[in-house]
């Protein structure tokens, strides 16, 4: 009775519940905005990181339509909305980061548009330019020009593309802003504070040696739905954001250990075979078992034949006594 009471309830609330998500990821997000930022580039950055959590509003169902043109990144669902999965965290697209591995797409980066008017930049998320590019729906006026506020400002540079190291910089000057405006939170190695990054947790350390355009993304800008301090609301700017990753760089990663024990190679990752254990097939399984019944049946027909034995030589004895 207390089963068919729960299912009862529960049917409802499930169903409610998916009625009201498969409602709100349809609708448009003007009327959910977040607070204006007058900070230059900054609400912009918000949004071509993740402006569904920007907004506070679900993300649209399926693909972003654009995203189905091509075939090279497996990625599906929300994060194909998101501005930076196509134009990566360097803003260069193809040309950039992303120009191999599984974030490649062959979609370009929005730098180009550096040169263009705030208005050609609106016009190209309204779709005028491509169709399967259309925003429109989902973001206000303000939004828009937001968002071509920080593609005008976007810079790639500070970081070279095959080293992953920073170029140019000062270490100790990137000391003295980490321990100012970041070890309070996240420790004087960095590792205070732990996050997810790639299915591993991560620190500092580790965003700054493996992806380090995020790193200067997300430290100059923040990252939407979280309370991090951002670097352009205290004045900090582009170059003190690349000397304190020039010094983070230099903080614990947890990659050392990985280095220092590589998987095996050769014959040595080869599957070798197993003394004793279960059995690897079927057949070899049918056998192993017949093996098992037949040992523990002679034992048991050996057990059997002691005991008569016992129980004639007993017998023999009695009656040998009785004769007598």
């Known amino acids: 009775?207390?089963?068919?009471?729960?299912?009862?309830?529960?049917?409802?609330?499930?169903?409610?519940?998916?009625?009201?998500?498969?409602?709100?990821?349809?609708?448009?997000?003007?009327?959910?905005?977040?607070?204006?930022?007058?900070?230059?580039?900054?609400?912009?950055?918000?949004?071509?990181?993740?402006?569904?959590?920007?907004?506070?509003?679900?993300?649209?169902?399926?693909?972003?339509?654009?995203?189905?043109?091509?075939?090279?990144?497996?990625?599906?669902?929300?994060?194909?909305?998101?501005?930076?999965?196509?134009?990566?965290?360097?803003?260069?697209?193809?040309?950039?980061?992303?120009?191999?591995?599984?974030?490649?797409?062959?979609?370009?980066?929005?730098?180009?548009?550096?040169?263009?008017?705030?208005?050609?930049?609106?016009?190209?998320?309204?779709?005028?330019?491509?169709?399967?590019?259309?925003?429109?729906?989902?973001?206000?006026?303000?939004?828009l020009n937001d968002l071509a506020e920080f593609v005008q400002i976007a810079e790639s540079g500070y970081v070279n593309l095959t080293t992953l190291k920073v170029e140019g910089g000062d270490i100790a000057a990137g000391e003295q802003l980490y321990d100012a405006q970041c070890a309070s939170c996240h420790g004087a190695d960095g590792a205070l504070l732990k996050f997810r990054f790639e299915g591993r947790d991560a620190t500092l350390g580790t965003l700054a040696l493996l992806d380090p355009w995020r790193f200067l993304h997300k430290t100059q800008y923040g990252t939407p739905g979280t309370d991090m301090v951002i670097g352009a609301h205290i004045g900090s700017t582009l170059e003190n954001g690349r000397d304190i990753l020039l010094y983070a760089q230099s903080l614990p990663s947890g990659l050392e250990i990985q280095e220092a024990q590589p998987p095996l190679a050769g014959d040595e990752t080869e599957a070798t075979e197993a003394v004793g254990g279960p059995a690897g097939g079927l057949f070899s399984g049918i056998a192993t078992a017949f093996g098992a019944m037949l040992t523990s049946l002679g034992f048991a027909v050996l057990l059997g034949a002691f005991l008569v034995g016992v129980i004639f030589l007993v017998v023999w004895l009695v009656r040998d006594r009785k004769s007598k």
């Open 1 to 143: 009775m207390k089963a068919k009471l729960l299912v009862g309830l529960g049917l409802p609330l499930v169903l409610g519940a998916m009625m009201l998500f498969a409602g709100g990821a349809g609708q448009s997000v003007h009327a959910a905005q977040a607070p204006q930022d007058d900070t230059p580039g900054v609400r912009g950055a918000m949004l071509y990181d993740n402006w569904f959590a920007a907004l506070n509003v679900a993300a649209p169902a399926g693909n972003m339509p654009l995203w189905d043109t091509q075939t090279t990144n497996t990625r599906s669902g929300e994060d194909t909305w998101r501005c930076v999965t196509c134009h990566g965290w360097d803003y260069l697209g193809k040309d950039g980061a992303y120009g191999s591995g599984s974030n490649y797409t062959g979609f370009p980066g929005v730098t180009g548009a550096r040169e263009k008017s705030a208005a050609e930049i609106v016009a190209v998320l309204k779709g005028e330019s491509n169709t399967l590019h259309d925003f429109s729906t989902f973001f206000s006026e303000d939004d």
